[in-house]
C-alpha cells in the first residue's frame, strides 16, 4: 500500500473559496496523476504530469489547477470555478517506462458546503 | 482521445461461480490494458493487465483477454469467492503514454 500518500482524508470548505489537495510519493517515479471518482462514473482524469515542471489536462481540468515543482509531490487545487467539486479525489503515480501500473494513493474526500 | 465503455455496471453472482466483466476501447493505438480492483473504502490496485502482443493472460481464477480487431477486452473471475466482491475497473493506455482513460467500473457482488 504504501509510497504515495494524500492528505486530508476528508476536507470541507465553504463555497466560494479554492482548495488543496496534497499527494506526495516516495516510489521515485516520474508521472503522477489526478483523478476524480463519483458515484457511477469511474475515474476521470483531471490532470497527469510526466516530468517536473510539466503537466497535461486530462478530460475534466476546467476548475483545476495542478503545480509539479518536485518529483515527489502533485498538489492539486480546487477553484472555486469548479462547479460541482464535492468528490472523492484520487491522486496516483507510475514509471514513465516498464510496466506502467498506476500506483493510487488513499484518496481524500472533499465537501463543500 | 480514448474512450472506455463497460459493461455491466453491476453483478451479482452466486460463490463459485464465474464472472465476466467487458470492455470495449476506441483508439486504435492503446495497447495497454489494466484492470483495477477497488474494495469499499480503499484504494484501486492492480490485478491484471495485458498488453497488445498476447490475446489473453491468467493468474490463477482470473484471466483476461483481449480481442485487438473488435477492440474490446474481457475480465474474467473463476470460482468467485465472497472477497472477490468490489468495484472492478478497466483501462486502455497506449504504452509508456501515460494518458490512461478508465471505464466507469462494475461492482461484482459475490453471494454467499
Known amino acids: 500500500d504504501g509510497g504515495i500518500t494524500q492528505s486530508p482524508k476528508y476536507l470541507f470548505r465553504k463555497e466560494g473559496q479554492n482548495v488543496t489537495l496534497s499527494c506526495e510519493q516516495n516510489l521515485n517515479h516520474d508521472a503522477m496523476y489526478w483523478y476524480r471518482q463519483d458515484p457511477g462514473q469511474g475515474l476521470r482524469l483531471i490532470y497527469y504530469s510526466q516530468i517536473v515542471n510539466d503537466f497535461q489536462k486530462g478530460d475534466i481540468a476546467e476548475g483545476y489547477s495542478v503545480s509539479r515543482e518536485k518529483k515527489e509531490s502533485f498538489p492539486l487545487t480546487v477553484t472555486s470555478a469548479q462547479k460541482n467539486p464535492t468528490a472523492f479525489y484520487l491522486c496516483?503515480?507510475?514509471?514513465?517506462?516498464?510496466?506502467?501500473?498506476?500506483?493510487f494513493g488513499p484518496g481524500t474526500r472533499l465537501t463543500v458546503l | 482521445g480514448e474512450n472506455v465503455e463497460q459493461h455491466p455496471s453491476t453483478l451479482s453472482v452466486q460463490e463459485g461461480d464465474s464472472a465476466v466483466i467487458k470492455c470495449t476501447y476506441s483508439d486504435s493505438a492503446s495497447n495497454y490494458f489494466p484492470w483495477y480492483k477497488q474494495e469499499l473504502g480503499k484504494r484501486p490496485q492492480l490485478i491484471i493487465d495485458?498488453?497488445?502482443?498476447?490475446g489473453e493472460k491468467k493468474d490463477q481464477r482470473i484471466a483476461v483477454t483481449l480481442n485487438k480487431t473488435a477492440k474490446h477486452f474481457s475480465l474474467h473471475i473463476t470460482e468467485t469467492q465472497p472477497e472477490d466482491s468490489a468495484v472492478y475497473f478497466c483501462a486502455a493506455s497506449v504504452y509508456n503514454n501515460n494518458d490512461m482513460r478508465f471505464g466507469a467500473g462494475t461492482r461484482l457482488t459475490v453471494k454467499p
Open positions: 496516483a503515480s507510475s514509471t514513465t517506462g516498464g510496466k506502467d501500473e498506476q500506483f
Open positions: 495485458i498488453r497488445s502482443n498476447v
